[in-house]
């Protein structure tokens, strides 16, 4: 079994899963646009370049699904995201620094990279594409706050 979590886009799916590929280390599989649906679709030309579909295979059998949301069809699609975060985590610090780095650039960090009570490192941001994210580092079996968080 798998869990895929699939996010919707504005007309930006395949620029952020292009993104997300090249931080996260992952190919882009599928990228379906409106066009190339039935002819009796019922979607605006106007959206023809937009992806109905895409999948992005990442490392260790992971997967991110995604979809460009035409107002039709998702009337709410331009609200800010909320309820849900994309996570990722890693045992490498060095690694969930640079991933929320990238991720962060031209989006909203909403708590910077750091040191937390449960980790050597952790961050969460809203992409710029409005996409909400947590990285964060695992910690050793030995690892104890410097601080206390």
């Not at 895929?4 to 620029?15: I, P």
């Not at 931080?23 to 066009?35: C, D, E, I, N």
């Not at 990238?102 to 449960?118: R, V």
């Amino acid at each position: 079994m798998k869990i895929v979590t699939s996010l919707s886009f504005s007309g930006q799916c395949r620029e952020a899963f292009e993104l997300y590929a090249s931080v996260l280390g992952g190919t882009l599989s599928a990228a379906y646009p409106f066009g190339d649906g039935p002819p009796d679709m019922p979607v605006d030309p106007k959206y023809k370049d937009w992806l109905m579909h895409g999948w992005l295979d990442l490392p260790n059998g992971q997967a991110i699904m995604g979809a460009d949301m035409p107002p039709e069809f998702a009337p709410n699609i331009g609200k800010p995201k909320n309820g849900f975060d994309v996570t990722y985590h890693s045992e490498d610090i060095v690694e969930c620094r640079r991933v929320y780095e990238a991720l962060s650039e031209g989006g909203t960090p909403q708590m910077p990279f750091g040191e937390t009570f449960w980790s050597p490192g952790y961050g969460n941001l809203i992409d710029r594409f409005g996409i909400p994210w947590m990285v964060n580092a695992i910690p050793a079996a030995d690892w104890k706050p410097s601080s206390g968080g």
